[in-house]
């Protein structure tokens, strides 16, 4: 049917709807649902020459690791920044190429239609996932790789056959009486 009950009293008064109502898949699930759990991450303390040779180094995972101090979360980091704040690498610390700023981030309980959201102004391929912006307690990493998910599993969901298994006795086979 190309409309349902509920869009056709709207198109006899000429008013045309293009496309089904649906339920975002983003809607249903929060950043904590999908984000990594175990984030490497960079103590703000260390000096820089020690954080580019332990994350930025040949053995390098990631691009970018979130800065810490404790568990609070401070700034996102990757080599060109680290780079960019080289003066004396061996006695700064990473936490002092930051200032005061409040850096972009997630929350725990946010729908990932908002993270989704924050990615595009942003532009930006990942966010750290804090508690709460007072103590920003890093509790994981969600990419935009993960808002995938929740699309896939409605995808799942809806296209893919389901098989039905017969067991004994209760299939075509059983003799009505």
């Known amino acids: 049917m190309p409309r349902s009950i509920l ?33 490497i991450t960079v103590d703000g303390e260390s000096s820089l020459a020690d954080a580019l040779e332990r994350h930025f180094g040949s ?16 700034a996102m980091i990757d080599r060109d920044t680290l780079a960019k704040g080289m003066l004396n690498p061996a006695h700064q610390r990473v936490v002092d190429l930051f200032g005061t ?27 750290p996932v804090v508690t709460d912006p007072e103590s920003r307690q890093l509790i994981g990493l969600i990419a935009r790789s993960d808002l995938i998910k929740p699309s896939l599993a409605v995808d799942h969901e809806e296209h893919r056959p389901e098989r039905f298994f017969s067991l004994p006795g209760m299939g075509a086979d059983r003799k009505v009486l």
């Not at 709807?17 to 975002?24: A, G, L, P, Q, T």
């Not at 249903?28 to 984000?35: D, G």
């Not at 700023?101 to 966010?127: S, Y």
């Open 101 to 127: 700023d409040v850096p972009p981030m997630a929350f725990g309980h946010e729908n990932c239609r908002i993270v989704a959201t924050r990615f595009a102004v942003l532009g930006l391929e990942r966010l």
């Open 7 to 39: 869009t056709e009293k709207i198109s006899r008064r000429g008013h045309h709807i293009y496309r089904e109502y649906s339920i975002d898949p983003l809607e249903r699930h929060n950043a904590s649902e999908l984000m990594t759990r175990k984030v």
């Open 59 to 74: 053995r390098q995972l990631h691009r970018a690791f979130p800065v810490v101090v404790g568990s609070r979360y401070i």
